[in-house]
């Protein structure tokens, strides 16, 4: 299986929030936002694939900065990194008003994502990453980390067994 650019997969989707996206302040519910996250990262996940995903997790999500009715948003999702039959997907949000102008950035997370061979429904291995700049390669280099710590939080491992976490950590002594 030849390993794939980041390049390759990017996902770039835009929506207009309009008013049934909306809480009662005229703010977008953060629902619909973790909603079009998933879409975004899960469509970027399977073109790097090549076939379907399903979501694992969801890292730390926070609604930094309100998103009003009548605003534009980018999610723009890249695979962070390729492990054996999971990837780790870097979903990023911007929003604009509708002219364009005064862009923030507003959300960000980390998904992780399995794929699956469609006629047996069971996890299929995925192809390997190769970033290419040297903001891909930060973000592929600390993956593991990140991935240790879900495993953690999620009880899949134990902290004595994260040995990238604990060398971090030793690092920074």
């Known amino acids: 299986m030849e390993a794939k650019k980041v390049a390759d997969s990017k996902t770039i989707m835009t929506e207009l929030i309009m008013p049934n996206d909306a809480n009662p302040l005229g703010n977008l519910m953060g629902g619909n936002l973790m909603r ?20 694992a997790s969801v890292d730390h999500v926070s609604f930094t900065e309100p998103i009003k009715v009548g605003d534009v948003i980018q999610l723009t999702s890249v695979v962070t990194r390729a492990f054996n039959t999971s990837l780790e997907v870097f979903i990023e949000v911007h929003v604009t008003d509708i002219t364009g102008n005064n862009t923030i ?21 995925v192809p390997a990453l190769e970033p290419t ?21 999620g009880g899949r491992l134990r902290p004595e067994e994260a040995k990238d976490l604990r060398a971090f950590f030793k690092e920074l002594d």
């Not at 006629?119 to 291995?125: D, E």
């Not at 973000?139 to 240790?148: D, I, K, N, Q, V």
């Open 105 to 125: 950035r507003s959300n960000h997370a980390y998904m992780t994502f399995v794929a699956l061979d469609y006629a047996t429904k069971r996890p299929k291995k």
């Open 36 to 55: 079009w996250m998933d879409i975004a990262g899960g469509i970027c996940a399977a073109k790097h694939c090549e076939a379907h995903v399903v979501t």
């Open 133 to 153: 700049t040297l903001d891909q390669k930060k973000l592929f280099e600390s993956a593991p980390r990140r991935r240790e710590l879900r495993l953690i939080l």
